[in-house]
């Protein structure tokens, strides 16, 4: 019977100085004492808990930290970062993470959370607010949910759910404007 040992990791500490460098968080703060994890409202949708992000980091899993579905599913509520006893920006890190993936192209194709994302960022800048309608059609149409949910039937639910928003005034027909539409759009591109 042969024992197989588990594939051994040299630390490279070249992703930790470039995260810490360029995001201006000090990742390397992290002693792993997990609050950050077991605060937190999404790990049942995450494949790597947020402590995990951060040792990966501290490793230099460059690759697997940028194509993971962690960085995505962070909801940027900030939970962990107002538990961390060492005060790391734990929301912004995975933020700083996502635009890097974006940036490099990593994890965002059929990634139906970031076609959300530029969906809602994209209405944002034409509108300076979001309709939800739109930001609904339009991702259903780009991620091919709509297809999805024509064949299943399960669009009759949507439209029940729908119908009742609209009734009760949460879902208004007409998109509302708001006064600085100009400066939004002038913010927005200057992130992207």
Known sequence: MSVQTPQTIVPDYSFLKKVE?????????????????????????????????????????????????????????????TRCPNEIDIAGLMDYLKESAEKEGI???????????????????????VHELRLMNEY???????????????????????????TKGRLPLLPKGIKNKKEVKRILENID
């Not at 994890?107 to 607010?129: A, E, P, Q, S, W």
């Not at 669009?155 to 119908?163: A, E, F, I, R, V």
């Open 21 to 81: 460098f360029e995001s201006k968080i000090k990742a390397s703060a992290c002693f792993q004492c997990r609050k950050c994890t077991n605060g937190c409202p999404v790990t049942f949708a995450m494949d790597f808990y947020p402590d995990q992000i951060l040792r990966f980091i501290h490793l230099g899993l460059r690759d697997l930290v940028l194509n993971c579905a962690t960085i995505w599913v962070c909801a940027s509520c900030e939970t962990c970062t």
């Open 107 to 129: 994890g965002i194709k059929d990634n139906k959370t970031y076609m959300f994302h530029r969906v809602f960022l994209d209405d944002v800048k034409k509108r300076g607010r």
């Open 140 to 166: 259903m149409l780009k991620t091919g949910e709509g297809v999805k949910k024509l064949k299943d039937d399960s669009w009759k639910q949507d439209l029940k759910l729908g119908l009742g928003m609209l």
